[in-house]
T-cell receptor, first 113, second 115 residues
Framework: GNSVTQMEGPVTLSEEAFLTINCTYTATGYPSLFWYVQYPGEGLQLLLKATKADDKGSNKGFEATYRKETTSFHLEKGSVQVSDSAVYFCALISTDSWGKLQFGAGTQVVVTP | DAGVIQSPRHEVTEMGQEVTLRCKPISGHNSLFWYRQTMMRGLELLIYFNNNVPIDDSGMPEDRFSAKMPNASFSTLKIQPSEPRDSAVYFC?????????????FGEGSRLTVL
C-alpha cells in the first residue's frame, strides 16, 4: 500500500534559519507528491506539489524536489520567518488511489524571533 | 470567493447525544471529503463523495458514523450516539474532478468535544 513517512516534530528554530523537513514515501503506481501546511486554528492548504520525478515544486520560498531514486520529497526553506510556524504535511496520490490523498503524520515547526 | 464552509466551529456535547456536522463545498467542486484529525491518529479520511455519490467509506470508524450528500452544495456527517473517543477536529474538503490533481480545499474544521 501507499505510505508517507515524515520526520517527527516539533522542529524549533530561530528566525532566518534554514529549514528542512524530511519526507519519504512508498507507493504503487506513479505518485504525485504534495506539501500541505496547517496554520494554527485553520484547515490544511496546499503549499506546493510535484507530479513527476525530478520536478521541483516551489511556493512562498519553500521548495521540494521529487526524487524517485530515493523516494523522497524533502521540504526546504532558506530563511524562515515567525509566520512560517505551522504544521507541515507531506502527502501523495498514486495512480491507483482514486483521489485519496495519503498524508504523513505532520511535522510541527516553531520559529522563534 | 467563499471557501469550504463548515459548521459548527465548536461543539461540546455529552456522551450519547447525536452530533451533526455540516459542510458547504466550494461551488463547482464535485468531490467532497470528510477527515478527522486527532493527536494520536493524525489525519484520517473518513469518507469521500464524487458527484454526490459516496465512493469510499472504508474510513468510517463504525456504524455510529454516517454521512450524506443530498446535493452538490451540502453534506452532513452524523455521529449517533457520540462517545468521548469521537472528540477530534473534523475537516471537510472539496476539489475539482476526482481529486486526482491533489489540491483539496479544506474548511476550518469543526472541533468536537464529547464529555
Amino acid at each position: 500500500g501507499n505510505s508517507v513517512t515524515q520526520m517527527e516534530g516539533p522542529v524549533t528554530l530561530s528566525e532566518e534559519a534554514f529549514l528542512t523537513i524530511n519526507c519519504t514515501y512508498t507507493a504503487t503506481g506513479y505518485p504525485s507528491l504534495f506539501w500541505y501546511v496547517q496554520y494554527p486554528g485553520e484547515g490544511l492548504q496546499l503549499l506546493l506539489k510535484a507530479t513527476k520525478a525530478d520536478d521541483k515544486g516551489s511556493n512562498k520560498g519553500f521548495e521540494a524536489t521529487y526524487r524517485k531514486e530515493t523516494t523522497s520529497f524533502h521540504l526546504e526553506k532558506g530563511s524562515v520567518q515567525v509566520s512560517d510556524s505551522a504544521v507541515y504535511f507531506c502527502a501523495l496520490i498514486s495512480t491507483d488511489s482514486w483521489g485519496k490523498l495519503q498524508f504523513g503524520a505532520g511535522t510541527q515547526v516553531v520559529v522563534t524571533p | 470567493d467563499a471557501g469550504v464552509i463548515q459548521s459548527p466551529r465548536h461543539e461540546v456535547t455529552e456522551m450519547g447525544q447525536e452530533v451533526t456536522l455540516r459542510c458547504k463545498p466550494i461551488s463547482g467542486h464535485n468531490s467532497l471529503f470528510w477527515y478527522r484529525q486527532t493527536m494520536m491518529r493524525g489525519l484520517e479520511l473518513l469518507i469521500y463523495f464524487n458527484n454526490n455519490v459516496p465512493i469510499d467509506d472504508s474510513g468510517m470508524p463504525e456504524d455510529r458514523f454516517s454521512a450524506k450528500m443530498p446535493n452538490a452544495s451540502f453534506s452532513t456527517l452524523k455521529i449517533q450516539p457520540s462517545e468521548p473517543r469521537d472528540s477530534a477536529v473534523y475537516f471537510c474538503a472539496s476539489s475539482m474532478g476526482q481529486g486526482e490533481g491533489g489540491e483539496l480545499f479544506f474548511g476550518e474544521g469543526s472541533r468536537l468535544t464529547v464529555l
